[in-house]
C-alpha cells in the first residue's frame, strides 16, 4: 500500500516559533489558560509557543488576526466561547465567521462563572448583594471585558434578573477588571473561577455566587446562583484552540496531540485543579468534538442574546 504524501509544511511542523493569540489582557482567564498550555506545548513541539495579547473588541480584534494568518499552524488562537460564539449575535460587521474561518484544534479547559464584589460592598451572599445593589444602583458599577465577553453576558443576564441597570465599565480583559475589583474602583463582576481564585483565596475580593449548574470544588461553601435562589443565570466557558481555516489536517493533528499533551501534564493538571478550571473528558478532546460544542454553543448564545435583547450600545 502506498501512504498518503503529506504536504511538505505538515512534514517539517512546526519551523519557527508559534503565536498563540490571546484577544484579551494579560490576567483573565483566557489569558492564563494559554500559558500554561503554551508553555507545555513548546516542550513537546520543539518550538516555543509564544503568548501574544491582541485585546480589544471583546476579543474579536485578536480572533480576527488570526483568521487572516497563514494557515501553516505558526499562528494560533486561544479563543474563549464568548469570543468564538457569541459574536456573531451582535456584531453585524464582524470581520470573521468563528464557525467557518477556522480549524478547531481542542478544548483546553472549561470554567464555571462566579460572580464577585469588591471589599467594600456590605454584602456576602447574593441575597445581600441584591438587596445593597437595588438600592444604591446608581453608585454601584460592574466592570466587564467589553460588550460580548463572558464578563458581560454573565453580569448581563444576572442584572437583568435583579431589574438594575447599573453603569457598565469595559476593560481590555477581566484582568485589568479585578485589578480594579481589588482596589475597590469596580463593584462586581462575572468571571470564569480560574482568574479569580487567587484574590478570592488571598480575601481581596468576595466571592457571592458560582453561575454555574454545581459547586466548584476548590470553593465548596460558595452556592451556586440556584441555591442562592436566582435560575437562568449559569455559564460554563470553554477555551480552545483554533488554527486559521486551511491548515493542513497534520498540523492540526500535531497541535492537538501537542495539547492533549499538555493538559496531561501532572503539573498543569494540578495547577488547573487549583484555579477550579477542568481540563476535558477524553471524547472532548478532538478537533470534532470542539467543531460540536462550538456550533451548539454559537446556536445556544446567539438565542440567549436574542431573548435578552442585548446589543452592542
Ligand atoms: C471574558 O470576559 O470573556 C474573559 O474573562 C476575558 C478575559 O479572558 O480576560
Not at 505538515?10 to 519557527?16: C, E, K
Not at 483568521?67 to 479563543?79: C, F, K, V, W, Y
Request: proline share 9%.
Amino acid at each position: 500500500a502506498t501512504a498518503a504524501v503529506a504536504p511538505a509544511a505538515a512534514q517539517t511542523f512546526p519551523s519557527r516559533p508559534i503565536t498563540m493569540v490571546v484577544p484579551f489582557a494579560p490576567g483573565g482567564p483566557t489569558d492564563i489558560v494559554a500559558r500554561l498550555v503554551a508553555e507545555r506545548m513548546s516542550a513537546s513541539l520543539g518550538q516555543q509557543v509564544v503568548v501574544e495579547n491582541v485585546a480589544g473588541a471583546a476579543g474579536t480584534t485578536g480572533a480576527a488576526r488570526v483568521s487572516r494568518a497563514e494557515p501553516d499552524g505558526h499562528t494560533i488562537l486561544m479563543g474563549p466561547m464568548s469570543t468564538m460564539s457569541f459574536s456573531p449575535a451582535l456584531y453585524p460587521n464582524l470581520a470573521f465567521n468563528p464557525l467557518t474561518d477556522f480549524e478547531p484544534v481542542g478544548i483546553a479547559a472549561s470554567a464555571p462563572i462566579m460572580l464577585v464584589s469588591a471589599k467594600k460592598l456590605p454584602a456576602t451572599t447574593l441575597a445581600e448583594f441584591s438587596a445593597h445593589l437595588k438600592a444604591n444602583a446608581t453608585t454601584v458599577n460592574n466592570g466587564n471585558a467589553g460588550v460580548g465577553s463572558t464578563s458581560h453576558l454573565a453580569c448581563t443576564l444576572l442584572n437583568q434578573k435583579l431589574g438594575v441597570s447599573p453603569t457598565l465599565v469595559p476593560y481590555r480583559g477581566t484582568g485589568p477588571a479585578i485589578q480594579d475589583l481589588v482596589a475597590g474602583n469596580v463593584g462586581y463582576i462575572c468571571d470564569q473561577v480560574t482568574s479569580l481564585m487567587s484574590q478570592v483565596q488571598g480575601g481581596t475580593i468576595t466571592p457571592l455566587a458560582v453561575l454555574a449548574p454545581t459547586r466548584s470544588p476548590v470553593l465548596p461553601n460558595v452556592p451556586t446562583a440556584k441555591e442562592a435562589g436566582m435560575e437562568g443565570v449559569d455559564m460554563v466557558v470553554w477555551n480552545a484552540v483554533f488554527a486559521p481555516k486551511g491548515t493542513p489536517a497534520p498540523v492540526v493533528a500535531a497541535l492537538n496531540a501537542a495539547l492533549r499533551k499538555a493538559i496531561d501534564d501532572p503539573t498543569a493538571r494540578e495547577r488547573f485543579l487549583q484555579l477550579g478550571a477542568e481540563a476535558p473528558v477524553e471524547a472532548q478532546r478532538t478537533p470534532e468534538a470542539l467543531r460540536a460544542v462550538h456550533a451548539a454553543d454559537v446556536k445556544k448564545w446567539g438565542d440567549v442574546i436574542r431573548e435578552a435583547n442585548i446589543r452592542i450600545q
